[in-house]
T-cell receptor
Framework: RKEVEQDPGPFNVPEGATVAFNCTYS??????FFWYRQDCRKEPKLLMS???SGNEDGRFTAQLNRASQYISLLIRDSKLSDSATYLC???????????????FGKGTKLSVIP | DGGITQSPKYLFRKEGQNVTLSCEQN?????MYWYRQDPGQGLRLIYY???????QKGDIAEGYSVSREKKESFPLTVTSAQKNPTAFYLC????????????FGSGTQLSVL
């Protein structure tokens, strides 16, 4: 069974702290990777795609390690507004159905404390 | 503005009743999806459609039905056969079946009376 595993947290960190989330995936044929942010009772919103070479967007850095089959998200200088659940999402080919399938992790909850 | 619209935001179902959740998109996306989310859980795929008049079952299709008569619309019916329907339902779409990101609607919270 294809799985995407995340530490559920919660991660409680003070403002200004640096926090890192990891996510592991079981299907070595996975082809693309994303981090989504979800606020309580809201829809997930794309935070960033994850590229093989790693990528950065302001205070957020995403890394991919294909050999070990994990991706990470680093948040620097945490803000109160970063409090949310962060979902790891893996896109893979379903050869049986001839389609691409997205598998979601259960999410890691972050609370940034004043 | 382009986007995905789900309605209603909150829905209540009585025992033995079928209810239909609406999902409309004006992004001209080919692929549309329905997910269910339970508290503290990830998203689980109910049904998806990659083209008009075609759809496939996801991981938890039992007790649900869909239709895709128009590119813009992908309604989900929660039937009386779904014994535990209380959950947050999310509709999503993306352009083509490839590796592109998903766009989500704002969700429907379904509860049983």
């Amino acid at each position: 069974r294809k799985e995407v595993e995340q530490d559920p947290g919660p991660f409680n960190v003070p403002e200004g702290a640096t926090v890192a989330f990891n996510c592991t995936y079981s299907n070595s044929a996975s082809q693309s990777f994303f981090w989504y942010r979800q606020d309580c009772r809201k829809e997930p919103k794309l935070l960033m795609s994850v590229y093989s070479s790693g990528n950065e967007d302001g205070r957020f850095t995403a890394q991919l390690n294909r050999a070990s089959q994990y991706i990470s998200l680093l948040i620097r200088d945490s803000k109160l507004s970063d409090s949310a659940t962060y979902l790891c999402v893996v896109n893979e080919v379903d050869s049986g159905a001839g389609s691409y399938q997205l598998t979601f992790g259960k999410g890691t909850k972050l609370s940034v404390i004043p | 503005d382009g986007g995905i619209t789900q309605s209603p935001k909150y829905l209540f179902r009585k025992e033995g009743q079928n209810v239909t959740l609406s999902c409309e998109q004006n992004l001209n996306h080919d692929a549309m999806y329905w997910y269910r989310q339970d508290p503290g859980q990830g998203l689980r795929l109910i049904y998806y459609s990659q083209i008009v008049n075609d759809f496939q079952k996801g991981d938890i299709a039992e007790g649900y039905s869909v239709s895709r008569e128009k590119k813009e619309s992908f309604p989900l019916t929660v039937t009386s056969a779904q014994k535990n329907p209380t959950a947050f339902y999310l509709c999503a779409s993306r352009q083509g079946p490839g590796l592109r990101k998903l766009f989500f609607g704002s969700g429907t919270q379904l509860s049983v009376l």
